[in-house]
């Protein structure tokens, strides 16, 4: 059994996550609409689950993990329309968009990244199954709804009461004739400018709702050990989930919810229909190292709000900073003496509560201040000269091992730019033959690319001025 506790939302309790196969545990997170680009509240979302993810596996589980990418939706066609282009090419220049972003803020890639488009057979036949089963039914444009009147468990995860649900949430309840105001579309009947596909339920598009329940079924199975996603979605994208995936199955969909809270910014909710707009590529530009930002979005645990601002990237700036220069003491340190006998217990003491605290439903700030007692400690071993070389070698080595959680140490000197690589042997070289014009000159122009150096008696220290900047 995992030792990993999990808050469940469904539920409200705190419990061991025991996956329900032998052969790994299954994630599934609801992913961005690519109709622009994503604001740093979505990437909230999506780095809590690349940190379960990562936790998962330190621990030495087997993760698969399924991210949708919806790319036919109300917004994409709205946003297709206004720039003159088709969906498919919005779609492809922000789903293109999402990746850099991800990738810079050193997001793990899912194993999965599935596309509505690209699962237009599943969701039909999801429908048709809850048409067979009455749980679904037709109006007169062609449209399919979800009948919530068959379905006496919904408003369960939203702990909401079923008589008084969607009040206020007319939306589109005078463009479609539906039976029941709380009943929601599953299906779209076609509207002239609109994309439509020509199926055996009729003609039209899906409604968002329905791609998760038939993308995460498609990849995962019809019940599967996990499903994240922001507050927001509570209410009704996963209740509308729960619904139309147990209706049609019969099974359990999922065992454990987990939600994200939201990103304040200014005192706001952020989200994208608001002006209150924060995107990484700006902060970039504007900047902010993207290791800062992931830091500042990781460092709040998931279910607290986290409070976004100048002053929490500056705080994540200054956190990174003892990091790296911790990592870049270890590298340089160089002592030919006995091992610090007390070593080896302080270090796996840290990783014991790093890892114990990560158990706990992700308790991000207890592992963080575990990472934080060991770096003051090995500073003070640093500054002591109590360690060996090896002793150093072995304190970096659990560093590394704990960031393949955190994903925030600078990359390690093997990742280099050969080109810089060179650039810093050569400057070592010219400052062993004592030529300080040499070592000036190579100082500028690692200076120029980025890289930082300076010299201290275990030698020449580098760091990286700016992670990523990209426009
Ligand atoms: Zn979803």
Not at 433 to 441: G, K, L, T
């Amino acid at each position: 059994m995992s030792p990993v506790r999990l808050h469940d939302t469904l539920t409200g309790e705190t419990r061991p996550l025991e996956p329900l196969r032998d052969d790994g545990v299954r994630i599934y997170s609801c992913g961005p609409t690519v109709y622009g680009p994503a604001h740093i509240g979505n990437f909230r979302s999506f780095l809590f689950a690349d940190l379960l993810v990562r936790h998962l596996r330190w621990r030495g589980q087997r993760v698969r993990w399924v991210m949708n990418i919806t790319d036919i939706d109300d917004k994409i066609i709205r946003g297709a329309a206004a720039e003159g282009v088709g969906i498919g090419e919005l779609a492809e220049r922000y789903l293109e968009r999402f990746l850099l972003d991800a990738d810079a803020l050193r997001m793990t890639r899912p194993d999965v990244l599935p596309r509505a488009t690209e699962h237009i057979d599943e969701i039909v036949a999801l429908i048709a199954t809850l048409l067979e089963r009455d749980h679904a039914y037709r109006t007169d444009d062609g449209s399919i709804f979800f009948r919530i009147a068959s379905w006496p468990a919904y408003g369960r995860l939203a702990r909401l009461d079923p008589e008084q649900l969607r009040v206020g949430e007319r939306v589109e309840a005078d463009e479609y004739a539906k039976d029941d105001v709380r009943d929601f579309a599953l299906w779209k009947g076609p509207k002239p400018g609109e994309p439509s596909w020509s199926t055996a339920i009729g003609e039209g598009r899906p409604g968002w709702h329905i791609e998760c329940s038939a993308m995460s079924m498609a990849h995962l199975g019809e019940s599967f050990d996990i499903h994240t996603g922001g507050i927001d979605l509570i209410f009704p994208h996963h209740e509308d989930e729960i619904a139309q995936s147990e209706a049609a199955t019969g099974q359990p969909f999922v065992q454990t919810w987990l939600h994200c809270a939201h990103l304040q910014s200014s005192g706001s909710k952020m989200a994208k229909s608001t002006g209150n707009i924060a995107r990484p590529g700006e902060l970039f530009e504007a900047g902010v190292s993207a290791r800062a930002l992931r830091y500042a979005l990781l460092a709040v645990h998931y279910r607290a709000s986290l409070s976004h601002s100048d002053e929490s990237l500056a705080a994540a700036g200054a956190a990174l900073a003892r990091l790296d220069a911790l990592v870049a003491a270890l590298e340089a340190y160089r002592e030919d003496r006995a091992a610090d006998a007390s070593l080896p217990e302080a270090l796996a003491a840290a990783r014991e509560a790093f890892g114990a605290a990560l158990d706990d439903d992700l308790n991000i700030s207890e592992a963080l201040a575990a990472l934080f007692d060991l770096v003051r400690d090995l500073n003070r071993r640093i500054e002591a000269r109590r360690l060996s070389t090896e002793d150093a070698a072995r304190a970096l080595a659990l560093l590394r091992d704990l960031d393949e959680v955190l994903g925030v140490l600078p990359a390690p000197v093997d990742d280099l730019d050969p080109a810089i690589q060179r650039l810093l042997d050569e400057r070592t070289t010219a400052r062993a033959a004592r030529d300080w014009a040499a070592s000036d000159r190579l100082r500028d122009e690692l200076l120029a690319r980025g890289i930082s150096v300076e010299d201290t008696r275990d030698g020449q220290r580098w760091r990286r001025l700016v992670e990523v900047t990209h426009g």
